[in-house]
Antibody, heavy 121, light 114 residues
Framework: EVQLVQSGAEVREPGESLKISCKGS????????IGWVRQMPGKGLDWMGT????????KYSPSFQGHVTFSVDKSISTAYLQWSSLKASDSAIYYC??????????????WGHGTLVTVSS | DIVMTQSPDSLAVSLGERATINCKSS????????????LAWYQQKPGQPPKLLIY???IRESGVPDRFSGSGSGTDFTLTISSLQAEDVAVYYC??????????FGQGTKVEIK
């Protein structure tokens, strides 16, 4: 069974750094990219980008480029989303999801349960 | 970026009646090289992650009830729930996966019971 298990809720102050994780299981982790999707409180879904474990190639939405960083550790089948300096507007639920194709270009067929990030002073 | 616009933003439908959600893209998401519309639909229930319902505009994901159907081509698409059930109360999103990043979502349509 394909599963994406995300790390738990986090609370940080503005300006702090944060790294959240998404661990894949039940499939060959290296063969599929991982995507990240933001959902701000009471709002819709924002496609942030993807990273492919095979070569660590990352594609970012222009809206998120430069503010977040994707990374991956193939040895433990885990993808990461990190911020070096959080803003209050980063408060949201962050989902990882698996694109159905090996290049990460298509729709998402499996989703994690989401990680709630709260940024507040 | 391709902008995806859904209508209506919300709708209330009686149990057993038809629900229709529209999704319009700012440019065609039909890719001539594979002859496919790069459009998916997701369902999100409160407190849950999105769930894939439809891909390639009209292909139902395994396990999705056949009361859900997708149609359309080019820039105009429709998700239809033929006979609304109580468990269908959710927010529905379309997504295009045609363009280079970002692969944008619509703003969502909330479906409720009348």
């Amino acid at each position: 069974e394909v599963q994406l298990v995300q790390s738990g809720a986090e609370v940080r102050e503005p300006g702090e750094s944060l790294k959240i994780s998404c661990k894949g299981s039940g499939y060959n982790f290296t063969n599929y990219c991982i995507g990240w999707v933001r959902q701000m409180p009471g709002k819709g879904l924002d496609w942030m980008g993807t990273i492919c474990p095979s070569d660590s190639t990352a594609k970012y939405s222009p809206s998120f480029q430069g503010h977040v960083t994707f990374s991956v550790d193939k040895s433990i089948s885990t993808a990461y989303l990190q911020w070096s300096s959080l803003k209050a507007s980063d408060s949201a639920i962050y989902y990882c999801a698996r694109p159905v194709d090996h290049g990460g270009n298509y729709y998402f067929d499996y989703w994690g349960h989401g990680t709630l990030v709260t940024v507040s002073s | 970026d391709i902008v995806m616009t859904q209508s209506p933003d919300s709708l209330a439908v009686s149990l057993g009646e038809r629900a229709t959600i529209n999704c319009k893209s700012s440019q065609s998401v039909f890719y001539s090289s594979d002859n496919k519309n790069h459009l998916a639909w997701y369902q999100q229930k409160p407190g849950q992650p999105p769930k894939l319902l439809i891909y390639w505009a009209s292909i139902r994901e395994s396990g999705v009830p056949d009361r859900f159907s997708g149609s359309g081509s080019g820039t105009d698409f429709t998700l239809t729930i033929s006979s609304l059930q109580a468990e269908d109360v959710a927010v529905y999103y379309c997504q295009q996966y045609y363009s280079s990043p970002p692969k944008t979502f619509g703003q969502g349509t909330k479906v409720e019971i009348k």
